[in-house]
Nanobody
C-alpha cells in the first residue's frame, strides 16, 4: 500500500508560479513511477508529468517548458511556472507499483489561476 498526500495548491495570477508537493508513505520501495495528473473543471483527468525510478521524465505537450517534475526520496514535486488560466484544475499525485501495477492516488490539491 502507498499513501499520497499533496500540498501546495492555491490561487495565483496568470504568469505566476506554484510548487506542488506530494509526500509518499507506506511501500515506497515498491513504486516504479510517480506522476502528476489534473482534472480541469468539467473535464476528465489528464496526465501532466511523470517521473520514473530511472529518472526519466515525460510531460504533456501543454506544459512542456513551463512545468518541471522532480523527485527526492519519498517526495514528488511539480514546479509550475508561467501559469495560464487553462492550468486551473485539481492536481493529483499518482504512484504505480513495480510488479502489481497497482495505482494509488492522493486526495488532490486545487490550483486556481486568475486572468
Amino acid at each position: 500500500q502507498v499513501q499520497l498526500v499533496e500540498s501546495g495548491g492555491g490561487l495565483v495570477q496568470a504568469g505566476g508560479s506554484l510548487r506542488l508537493s506530494c509526500a509518499a508513505s507506506g511501500s515506497i520501495s515498491s513504486i516504479n513511477t510517480m506522476g502528476w495528473y489534473r482534472r480541469p473543471p468539467g473535464a476528465q483527468r489528464e496526465l501532466v508529468a511523470t517521473f520514473t525510478n530511472g529518472g526519466t521524465t515525460d510531460y504533456a505537450d501543454s506544459v512542456k517548458g513551463r512545468f518541471a517534475i522532480s523527485r527526492n526520496k519519498n517526495m514528488l514535486y511539480l514546479q509550475m511556472n508561467s501559469l495560464k488560466p487553462e492550468d486551473a484544475a485539481v492536481y493529483y499525485c499518482n504512484a504505480v507499483q513495480r510488479f502489481s501495477g497497482s495505482r494509488y492516488w492522493g486526495q488532490g490539491t486545487q490550483v486556481t489561476v486568475s486572468s
